[in-house]
């Protein structure tokens, strides 16, 4: 078994995506503040068209400073990731919609627009972005830590339109979206654009709408979890997926985390397991290497590429020990691209995210290009990598000051052109 766990909720209700946010600004603020106080500086954040990169250590390094950070959103302060970039990435076609302050829309080109309207534009921060038929949903988020003032919006090509439903979180899909409501006994799915609500039993968690159905997970006292297929529509059982912790599923496939059968869930990934969602079967298992563990979570859920034979995610480093200290007993992670069908495994070299940090993911439409947002507090940064690259390009500079990466989102139909 790697060395480190898999950083999941425990207990029940499972908490929301904001409150992490939340929480992540107070924490960090505080673990960053003994870093400083360490240290005597904080590390200066350049401007977005003039991005830091930071040299990684050679095998063996000791960690002897604090890890560099910045100056973020809601009085936090934010560890920044160690980047050495490939250049600049030019003549790249296509969009995604970006997060954080307000809302983006983002040529691969690095032309960024201004806010889309209808959004708050001061001390708030779009940190969770799904797609649903006929339009996108956002999550904004205040700094108070507030159930009550989380607002969700419905975003279409002329702007964004708030919807009057009360969220713990959201969740996307080609047939239908919902605004997801933790409960004591029960978990609810409103639906977002008309349709039935769904009321789930009690510790099931959903994890991703897709053409098949809605993929759940249920937890169970001493057991292992288990994943399920639901009818979308009804909320009725379709077939049982897998023994194990659901990490995401997109199009026809499933990627889950194997547990020793008959256990108790221990969170730690050694096995990696794709499943078709069409037939329950399993058409991949993947070893990870020795000493890395998957990062997942609402804010670090594996994304896929739109042919469904590639996933992509986090997992913390193995070793040696980071140059840097952090003031939170975790690792570093890297970006790791899994093929569904081979089992390879990349690491997207030239980029490691802080202890506790998390990198926006998502593939491009061709699904050729990896995507990801970073955060340097003080802005953001969009980055392109394929495979073959030494590094990350930058696309462009993220307006700030922000919390976590810009959650990110490729186009939808109504805005790829252009």
């Given at each position: 078994m790697p060395s480190g766990g898999v950083t999941e909720?425990?207990?029940?209700?499972?908490?929301?995506?904001?409150?992490?946010?939340?929480?992540?600004?107070?924490?960090?603020?505080?673990?960053?503040?003994v870093v400083v106080a360490h240290t005597g500086r904080h590390h200066a954040a350049a401007s977005p068209s003039r991005p830091t990169t930071t040299?990684?250590?050679?095998?063996?390094?000791?960690?002897t400073a604090g890890w560099p950070s910045a100056a973020g959103a809601c009085g936090s302060s934010v560890y920044l990731p160690r980047l050495q970039l490939?250049?600049?990435?030019?003549?790249?076609?296509?969009?995604?919609?970006?997060?954080?302050?307000?809302?983006?829309v983002v040529s691969l080109g690095g032309a960024v627009s201004g806010p889309?309207?209808?959004?708050p534009d001061h001390g708030w921060q779009v940190t969770t972005l799904v797609a649903g038929p006929g339009a996108t949903y956002?999550?904004?988020v205040p700094c108070v830590n507030s159930t009550a003032s989380v607002r969700v919006y419905r975003i279409v090509a002329n702007g964004a339109q708030r919807v009057r439903v009360t969220a713990d979180a959201l969740l996307g899909g080609p047939h239908q979206a919902w605004a997801v409501t933790y409960r004591a006994h029960s978990t609810v799915l409103t639906a977002l654009n008309g349709g039935r609500r769904l009321t789930l039993k009690a510790r099931t968690q959903p994890v991703a709408g897709t053409a098949a159905g809605l993929v759940v997970t249920?937890?169970?006292?001493?057991?292992?979890?288990?994943?399920?297929?639901?009818?979308?529509?009804t909320g009725a059982p379709l077939r049982r997926l897998a023994q194990g912790s659901s990490l995401g599923a997109a199009g026809q496939v499933l990627l889950v985390s194997l547990h020793d059968r008959g256990a108790v869930p221990v969170h730690r990934a050694c096995t990696l397991e794709a499943v078709n969602l069409t037939t329950g079967r399993p058409t991949a298992t993947v070893e990870l290497p020795a000493g890395r563990a998957l990062i997942s979570g609402d804010v670090a859920s594996p994304v896929f590429s739109?042919?469904?034979?590639?996933?992509?995610?986090?997992?913390?480093?193995?070793?040696?020990?980071?140059r840097f200290a952090a003031a939170v007993a975790a690792l570093p992670s890297d970006v790791a691209v899994l093929h569904l069908r081979t089992g390879r495994l990349d690491i997207v070299p030239g980029l490691e995210l802080p202890p506790r940090t998390w990198a926006g993911l998502a593939f491009d439409a061709t699904g050729r290009w990896l995507l990801a947002t970073v955060s340097e507090g003080e802005y953001g940064q969009l980055l392109a990598w394929r495979q073959g690259m030494p590094g990350p390009a930058?696309?462009?500079g993220l307006p700030g000051p922000l919390v976590g990466p810009p959650a990110l989102l490729p186009a939808p139909s109504w805005r790829r052109s252009g």
């Amino acid at each position: 078994m790697p060395s480190g766990g898999v950083t999941e909720f425990g207990g029940w209700p499972r908490p929301p995506r904001w409150v992490w946010m939340a929480a992540g600004v107070a924490a960090v603020a505080v673990l960053v503040g003994v870093v400083v106080a360490h240290t005597g500086r904080h590390h200066a954040a350049a401007s977005p068209s003039r991005p830091t990169t930071t040299a990684s250590p050679g095998p063996g390094s000791r960690a002897t400073a604090g890890w560099p950070s910045a100056a973020g959103a809601c009085g936090s302060s934010v560890y920044l990731p160690r980047l050495q970039l490939a250049g600049q990435l030019a003549g790249v076609p296509g969009n995604v919609l970006a997060g954080g302050t307000g809302l983006r829309v983002v040529s691969l080109g690095g032309a960024v627009s201004g806010p889309l309207p209808g959004l708050p534009d001061h001390g708030w921060q779009v940190t969770t972005l799904v797609a649903g038929p006929g339009a996108t949903y956002a999550f904004d988020v205040p700094c108070v830590n507030s159930t009550a003032s989380v607002r969700v919006y419905r975003i279409v090509a002329n702007g964004a339109q708030r919807v009057r439903v009360t969220a713990d979180a959201l969740l996307g899909g080609p047939h239908q979206a919902w605004a997801v409501t933790y409960r004591a006994h029960s978990t609810v799915l409103t639906a977002l654009n008309g349709g039935r609500r769904l009321t789930l039993k009690a510790r099931t968690q959903p994890v991703a709408g897709t053409a098949a159905g809605l993929v759940v997970t249920t937890f169970h006292a001493g057991r292992p979890d288990t994943v399920e297929l639901l009818n979308s529509r009804t909320g009725a059982p379709l077939r049982r997926l897998a023994q194990g912790s659901s990490l995401g599923a997109a199009g026809q496939v499933l990627l889950v985390s194997l547990h020793d059968r008959g256990a108790v869930p221990v969170h730690r990934a050694c096995t990696l397991e794709a499943v078709n969602l069409t037939t329950g079967r399993p058409t991949a298992t993947v070893e990870l290497p020795a000493g890395r563990a998957l990062i997942s979570g609402d804010v670090a859920s594996p994304v896929f590429s739109p042919d469904g034979r590639l996933a992509a995610f986090q997992l913390t480093r193995a070793g040696p020990r980071p140059r840097f200290a952090a003031a939170v007993a975790a690792l570093p992670s890297d970006v790791a691209v899994l093929h569904l069908r081979t089992g390879r495994l990349d690491i997207v070299p030239g980029l490691e995210l802080p202890p506790r940090t998390w990198a926006g993911l998502a593939f491009d439409a061709t699904g050729r290009w990896l995507l990801a947002t970073v955060s340097e507090g003080e802005y953001g940064q969009l980055l392109a990598w394929r495979q073959g690259m030494p590094g990350p390009a930058l696309v462009t500079g993220l307006p700030g000051p922000l919390v976590g990466p810009p959650a990110l989102l490729p186009a939808p139909s109504w805005r790829r052109s252009g």
